[in-house]
């Protein structure tokens, strides 16, 4: 599949990978939570709708069951429902954590519902995703502060994969179901920090993303991921001072 070519339906575009979707094609047509009832948007037919929208209860347990029916469970089925020839969900490794969160749930429940509903369904399990529009998160920190102060321990292992890597690989795989999409290796908080010659005030809580040790379509090493995700950071610092 060549998505240049391909009709587009898009979810999720106002941040992190699916505004790098919508910068990156130029034939996409995005759903939000103020035009998702249009019909100029719901009755037409898509050649590929990508929901990376993700509901915003995303603690350990649900605070407004709302949100979170209507950010998962409401806006997947209407997706659902709108002509297509294949659906891609982005999902998360989170679904193998022992005691599942809000969030993971949302997933869980996401995955079932494309898998059984859609007639071209692939699910996609990622780990922890960088790229230009992420939220600030630890890996960031460690690459634009110095010596920062972080609540996570040094022996915390992360897998990273890019939000361009995401895409490609959406763009070629050609199989459907559910697959798990992640970097050849996993490293520790430590390693990222003495990637980057930076020496961080190291918290207690030690985090080990779940599913890492799952059957996988493996794409590259983490160091290269990092590697890369610190040139982003560079360029978008560029910009900025512009």
């Not at 179901?177 to 050849?184: I, L, P, R």
Request: net charge negative; hydrophobic share 35%; proline share 3%.
């Amino acid at each position: 599949m060549h998505l240049t070519d391909k009709k587009v339906l898009l979810t999720g575009a106002t941040s992190g990978f699916g505004k790098y979707v919508s910068d990156t094609l130029d034939n996409v047509t995005t759903l939000t939570r103020q035009n998702r009832y249009s019909s100029e948007i719901i009755d037409e037919e898509y050649d590929i709708i990508i929901h990376s929208a993700f509901s915003n209860e995303r603690g350990p347990e649900i605070t407004d069951y709302f949100e979170f029916v209507d950010g998962s469970i409401l806006l997947t089925n209407e997706l659902l429902h709108i002509p297509h020839k294949k659906f891609v969900y982005i999902s998360s490794l989170i679904v193998y954590e022992d005691e599942i969160s809000s969030y993971g749930l949302g997933k869980k429940l996401s995955e079932a519902m494309v898998s059984e509903l859609s007639e071209s369904p692939l699910v996609i399990r990622v780990p922890a995703l960088l790229g230009k529009d992420i939220r600030p998160n630890t890996v960031h920190r460690i690459i634009t502060e110095k010596n920062p102060k972080l609540t996570l321990s040094k022996d915390s292992k992360f897998n990273y994969i890019l939000h361009s890597d995401l895409l490609k690989f959406i763009d070629t795989y050609d199989k459907e179901g559910v697959v798990n999409f992640m970097s050849k290796d996993t490293v520790t908080l430590e390693y990222v920090s003495e990637l980057f010659n930076n020496s961080p005030e190291w918290g207690k809580y030690t985090y080990v993303t779940p599913g890492i040790e799952e059957d996988a379509e493996r794409l590259r090493s983490s160091k290269s991921v990092l590697l890369e995700y610190e040139k982003i950071i560079k360029w978008v610092f560029t910009k900025i001072k512009k």
